[in-house]
C-alpha cells in the first residue's frame, strides 16, 4: 500500500473508534477528501497526529472563540483549523453552484439568427 492508502486508512480508523460520531466522521471525512499528493499524506502519518488531537484542537479554539459559553463557528473554519493541525495547505473553497450558473451565463455566448445570415 502506498503513503495516500496509509494515510486514509489511519483516518477511517480514527473514524471507526466512535462510528456514533458524525463530527469525527465529517472533520475525518474532509481530512480523507485532502490527501491529494504523498506530501499531505505524509503530514497525515506523522508519528503523534491523531484524528483525536485534531478535534481536541478545534474544541479548543471554538472555547476561545465562546461568548457567554456558546460558539457558533462557519464549518469552513473548523475544517481550516483542521488542516492546520495536520499542516496541511489551505485548499480553496468550492464556490456554490448558484455561483458557477451564475458565473456561467457571464460566459454565455448570445447570438441572433441574424448573426448567420
Not at 480508523?13 to 490527501?35: F, M, S, T, W
Not at 497525515?44 to 457558533?72: D, P, Q, R
Request: with cysteine; proline share 2%; net charge negative.
Amino acid at each position: 500500500m502506498g503513503k495516500i492508502e496509509n494515510a486514509i486508512e489511519k483516518l477511517n480508523n480514527d473514524i471507526q473508534k466512535h462510528p456514533e460520531d458524525q463530527y469525527r466522521a465529517l472533520v475525518g471525512e474532509h481530512l480523507i477528501d485532502c490527501i491529494t499528493t504523498e506530501e499531505i499524506a505524509d503530514k497525515v502519518l506523522e508519528e503523534g497526529k491523531t484524528l483525536e488531537a485534531a478535534l481536541k484542537t478545534i474544541t479548543a479554539n471554538a472555547k476561545k472563540k465562546a461568548v457567554s459559553n456558546c460558539a457558533v463557528i462557519a464549518d469552513e473554519e473548523v475544517y481550516k483549523w483542521a488542516r492546520e493541525y495536520f499542516g496541511i495547505e489551505a485548499m480553496e473553497a468550492e464556490k456554490p453552484k448558484s455561483a458557477n450558473i451564475a458565473e456561467t451565463k457571464k460566459k454565455t455566448l448570445k447570438l441572433s439568427l441574424e448573426d448567420f445570415l
